[in-house]
């Protein structure tokens, strides 16, 4: 039988996640329609940032090394390196544990939003780069948020005052920096990066919740 305490955290983990996700799912039928002025926005922004990239050659170089960078092919075994360290060393397992299978629910679920709604990437003369499949949410800036705030959770407790501000400086630098290569090498639209990010946060904070909500407050769950 679930106890009122959990069915709180329960309660509260749907609450966020919803708040996140109508939202995108409002996003995804505007853009999978073709309708409004998303779309609009969407073209006439993307165009706009490629143009303005592809007239600075150092910045068009700085987009490409940081687009390889943040493959989730890179970021997401160095989260769980890093979530192995926290296991062995600090005795952090079920927090180790947590993130490591919250990070892939959250990559394996904008590849499922992307089959769903099938919209196409930008096209772009002269596109500064190519990347394969669909293009809503943005995988990119929705694993780097997922990844930004998993990474923050787990390390949170081991920190003091000056290094989780640190941390927090540099995982929102590191997001935000993520969703404008997206835009700016023409891979993604805006509103592509905004789901990327919604869907990113709303996954972490929902798993989040639930995972404090089965495990009372502890060393790992301050």
């Known amino acids: ?14 609450v966020f996640a919803g708040v996140l996700v109508v939202p995108v799912v409002v996003l995804a039928l505007l853009v999978r329609s073709e309708t409004g002025g998303v779309v609009e926005f969407d073209r006439s922004a ?39 360290w926290t296991w062995r060393r600090r005795d952090l397992g079920g927090r180790a544990a947590w993130a490591v299978s919250t990070l892939l629910v959250a990559w394996g679920l904008a590849n499922v939003v992307k089959y769903v709604v099938q919209r196409a990437r930008p096209v772009i003369d002269e596109a500064l780069g190519h990347s394969p499949g669909y293009s809503f949410p943005s995988g990119h800036s929705m694993n780097a948020m997922a990844a930004g705030l998993v990474l923050a959770i787990l390390l949170w407790p081991l920190l003091r005052t000056p290094g989780r501000v640190l941390l927090t400086t540099a995982v929102g630098l590191a997001v935000v920096l993520t969703g404008l290569d997206r835009i700016l090498i023409g891979a993604h639209f805006p509103s592509d990066v905004a789901a990327g990010f919604a869907l990113g946060a709303a996954v972490v904070g929902a798993s989040w919740l639930g995972y404090t909500g089965r495990h009372p407050p502890t060393k790992e769950t301050p």
């Open 1 to 14: 039988m679930t106890s009122p305490s959990r069915a709180r955290h329960i309660a509260r983990a749907a």
């Open 46 to 84: 993307v165009t706009a940032a490629t143009d303005f990239a592809r007239d600075r050659p150092a910045l068009h170089e700085a987009l490409l090394v940081w687009e390889e960078a943040t493959q989730a092919r890179w970021v997401n075994p160095a989260i769980a390196v890093v979530a192995l």
